[in-house]
């Protein structure tokens, strides 16, 4: 089965540095593209970064510059490496699939999220 798990939230001071970690099953990162979401309490969820299948990346304006998104196919793992953390960036983060019907269509797959709190 299709499974999702992040890993590596904390809490940290601002100004430091996270590296979030998701392991997608099943081979996922050669058939879907992936994406990190962030949701704040009272707060709609965001998307944060997206990476193709052939490694196209892209970031929310409030992240650019910050946050790195990459991913390593052959260890079924997807990164999101965070530096120059703000308060604001506090949230549960997800990763998620992205594509057709293997992907989980047009809801995707998701984890079960980390928490990263900045003080």
């Known amino acids: 089965h299709v499974q999702l798990v992040e890993s590596g939230g904390g809490s940290v001071q601002a100004g430091g540095s996270l590296k979030l970690s998701c392991a997608a099953s099943?081979?996922?990162?050669?058939?879907?593209?992936m994406a990190w979401y962030r949701q704040a309490p009272g707060k709609e969820r965001e998307l944060v970064s997206t990476?193709?299948?052939?490694?196209?990346?892209d970031y929310a304006d409030s992240v650019k510059g910050r946050f790195t998104i990459s991913k390593d196919n052959n260890k079924d793992m997807v990164y999101l490496q965070m530096n120059s953390l703000k308060p604001e960036d506090t949230a549960m983060y997800f990763c998620?699939?992205?594509?057709?019907?293997?992907?989980?269509?047009?809801?995707?797959?998701w984890g079960q999220g980390t928490q990263v709190t900045v003080s």
């Open positions: 998620k699939t992205d594509g057709g019907g293997w992907c989980g269509g047009a809801s995707g797959y």
């Open positions: 099943g081979y996922i990162l050669r058939l879907c593209g």
């Open positions: 990476i193709s299948i052939d490694g196209t990346t």
